[in-house]
């Protein structure tokens, strides 16, 4: 791998100790989580980088297989997270003190943990959004992570929502978020053959049109999970709990989850949206 696309290995004991932590931390969601909750074991099974449809895009997806789950990872994460560095890169040169998130394990803990979660709910999510719905998953992700990381993460979501909503034109409205997603994965499988080869992954990532759809996707998903996070942190300590509760066994599984709180976003007399888990 180049400087521009530096190596990350991704330790089986790392990953035994996130499966851990997350299946800990989602028991006491799935008991709450009424027909969504799926609760079994989760293992976890090395990929290679050429037999997966997104290549070096996605570190790691989970695989329900009836009675258990299993989270496929690949061996090395680091074209996805220099990807991430690449997106965030108009708020990193602002904020340098937060690039080294990025490479202190943290986000792939998210990775992990947020697929353990995933992985132990099912329903019926026509069409589920990688933006919208799976803001919540990413978000117990952030949730889950010791301090300092889970600090600093709330501190870049929160930078990188804040320039995604500033821009000229600012964030597309949620009935446009389907499209976002559609060219972004489309983007994803054409663009994975180029991961697999360090030279064509690093030139890939100096390519601002071809990125550009899945820039723009890694944009608004981070803002979706800080809208999330904002809206917890606003809740009385007493009462997160059950705001957990409530968004993954009332919220979670609707069509339109997240789309009141995202078109607040988009109106400046809103700058907090509050109200249900819509």
């Keep these: 791998m180049t400087a521009r696309e530096p190596a990350f290995p991704i330790r089986e004991a790392a990953v035994r100790y996130w499966l851990a932590k997350a299946t800990a931390a989602s028991e006491p969601l799935l008991a709450h989580a009424g027909a969504a909750a799926h609760p079994g074991p989760v293992g976890t099974r090395t990929a290679v980088l050429e037999d997966t449809v997104l290549g070096g895009f996605m570190p790691c997806w989970p695989e329900d297989l009836g009675d258990s789950r299993v989270i496929h990872h690949l061996p090395d994460a680091g074209f996805f997270l220099a990807l991430l560095e690449r997106a965030y890169e108009p708020v990193l040169a602002k904020r340098p003190e937060l690039r080294s998130l990025l490479y202190d394990g943290s986000r792939i803990e998210i990775a992990f943990t947020n697929d353990v979660l995933q ?105 979706a999970v800080f809208l999330l996070w904002r809206d917890y942190q606003n809740q009385p300590e007493q009462r997160r709990l059950s705001w957990q509760h409530h968004e993954l066994a009332d919220g979670y599984g609707r069509p339109d989850y997240l789309t009141r709180r995202w078109a607040a976003i988009l109106a400046p007399a809103v700058p907090d949206p509050v109200g249900g888990p819509r």
């Design 119 to 223: 992985a132990q709910l099912r329903g019926e999510w026509e069409p589920y959004s990688m933006i919208r719905h799976h803001a919540l998953m990413l978000f117990h992700g952030l949730l889950w992570l010791d301090e300092p990381a889970r600090g600093g993460w709330a501190a870049l979501y929160q930078a990188v929502a804040g320039y995604t909503v500033s821009r000229p034109g600012g964030p597309p409205p949620p009935d446009r978020l389907a499209e976002v997603e559609a060219a972004a994965f489309a983007d994803f499988e054409r663009l994975a053959p180029r991961t697999s080869d360090p030279v064509e992954a690093a030139d890939l990532l100096d390519d601002d049109r071809a990125l550009a759809a899945v820039v723009e996707y890694q944009l608004l998903a981070s803002t």
